[in-house]
Antibody, heavy 121, light 110 residues
Framework: VQLLESGGGLVQPGGSLRLSCAASGFTFSNYAMSWVRQAPGKGLEWVSA????????YYADSVKGRFTISRDNSKNTLYVEMNSLRAEDTAVYYCAKAGINVAVIAPLDYWGQGTLVTVSS | SYVLTQPPSVSVAPGQTARITCGGN??????LHWYQQKPGQAPVLVVY???DRPSGIPARFSGSNSGNTATLTISWVEAGDEADYYC?????????????FGGGTKLTVL
């Protein structure tokens, strides 16, 4: 299993960014996926999750209405579109795979190495 | 919202046993997972569903979960176990679903 995030960078407050997570080594469409972030020197914070088919999505209150999670199972890729970015969104963003086939409620058994998003003027 | 409470730090000498707790209201009724994160690295799942270990995780790592407290136990602690450890549950709330992480515990090997 490999998960490779990309798309991070420096963005101004109020700006937008789209992160991608390229997956390999497993049948991508069978597994729910999550985004988890970690602000510098802080703990883990869950951001969003999506079912294997993409039909069901879930969001943390802190990002609901600003972030949109999606997936393209034909490309084995997970995305998160981040709008109206704030300084407090500055973090390393990890994608993570659910550890149980089909289920959304599952441990996160594989994680990517993360991509850094910095929101600053 | 559901809260998981961990001690900020735990210290233990090599060869001893480290116990990291995770407190939450009736946490024993939930499936509890533990992650290890070393500096500059992504988290790694070390215990899932309270007490099961993924393949490749040493048997020195074990977990329990009952009542209002879950515990990650690391036996025969090694220098390489020094890391931050996070507990995690899934929490349904009406039609919504959340992942909740504890605040993390820094394990220091003396």
């Amino acid at each position: 299993v490999q998960l490779l995030e990309s798309g991070g960078g420096l963005v101004q407050p109020g700006g937008s960014l789209r992160l991608s997570c390229a997956a390999s080594g497993f049948t991508f469409s069978n597994y729910a996926m999550s985004w988890v972030r970690q602000a510098p020197g802080k703990g883990l914070e869950w951001v969003s999750a999506i079912s294997g088919t993409g039909a069901t999505t879930y969001y943390a209150d802190s990002v609901k209405g600003r972030f949109t999670i999606s997936r393209d199972n034909s490309k084995n890729t997970l995305y998160v579109e981040m709008n109206s970015l704030r300084a407090e969104d500055t973090a390393v963003y990890y994608c993570a795979k659910a550890g149980i086939n089909v289920a959304v409620i599952a441990p996160l058994d594989y994680w990517g190495q993360g991509t850094l998003v910095t929101v600053s003027s | 919202s559901y809260v998981l409470t961990q001690p900020p730090s735990v210290s233990v000498a090599p060869g001893q046993t480290a116990r990291i707790t995770c407190g939450g209201n009736n946490i024993g009724s939930k499936s509890l997972h533990w992650y290890q994160q070393k500096p500059g690295q992504a988290p790694v799942l070390v215990v899932y569903d309270d007490s099961d270990r993924p393949s490749g995780i040493p048997a020195r790592f074990s977990g329990s979960n009952s009542g209002n407290t879950a515990t990650l136990t690391i036996s025969w602690v090694e220098a390489g176990d020094e890391a931050d450890y996070y507990c995690q549950v899934w929490e349904p709330s009406g039609a919504r679903l959340y992942v909740v992480f504890g605040g993390g515990t820094k394990l220091t090997v003396l």
